[in-house]
């Protein structure tokens, strides 16, 4: 009976010898990170939380994660997540509705200097142009009229180019 409790005894010994043999420490982003090897050269001494060989509590603690300056503040929540995908979303819209808008104007020049393009062809053509005025009545450009018109269509077409 006596051999059986001295291995049960040297057995818990040994756990306890495993169990005492492992490394605490906060990673960079303030993760507590669990190992049987040492943690890497580049982990201060003050984010060791335990070490084998030390009683657990004689290292000192490490600082806070808040306080470092590598670590986030919070972690992000669900409403945050869904607050900036909705604020991408939105951004998103507003810049296709921008390109559409710009698309649309881009048409709307392009066929307004074509208008301007063709009603000059028309005044230069030496044809007979009729308007109609506020009477709703037709009457036909006069040369002073046409030179006037011709210069309008020029200005309007100097913005096409």
């Known amino acids: 009976m006596k051999s059986r409790t001295l291995i ?5 010994i040994c756990v306890q010898g495993l169990a005492m043999a492992q490394y605490i420490w906060v990673d960079e982003k303030g993760n507590k990170q669990y190992s049987d090897t040492a943690p890497p050269a580049s982990v201060p001494k003050s ?3 335990k070490a084998p060989g030390a009683a657990a509590g004689t290292t000192s603690a490490p600082a806070p994660a808040a306080t470092t300056p590598s670590a986030p503040a919070k972690p992000q929540t669900t409403a945050s997540k869904n607050e900036d995908y909705n604020k991408r979303r939105t951004e998103q819209a507003e810049a296709a509705q921008k390109n559409a808008a710009e698309q649309q104007a881009s048409q709307d020049k392009k066929a307004d200097c074509e208008r ?11 044809e007979r142009v009729a308007n109609v005025d ?4 037709r009457y036909f450009l006069d040369d002073t009229q046409r030179s006037k018109e011709i210069d309008q269509v020029k200005k309007a077409l100097a913005n096409c180019q």
């Open 47 to 49: 984010r060791i939380i």
């Open 116 to 126: 301007a393009r063709s009603y000059q062809r028309s005044l230069e053509s030496g």
């Open 134 to 137: 506020s009477k709703g009545e």
């Open 8 to 12: 049960a005894l040297l057995s818990l």
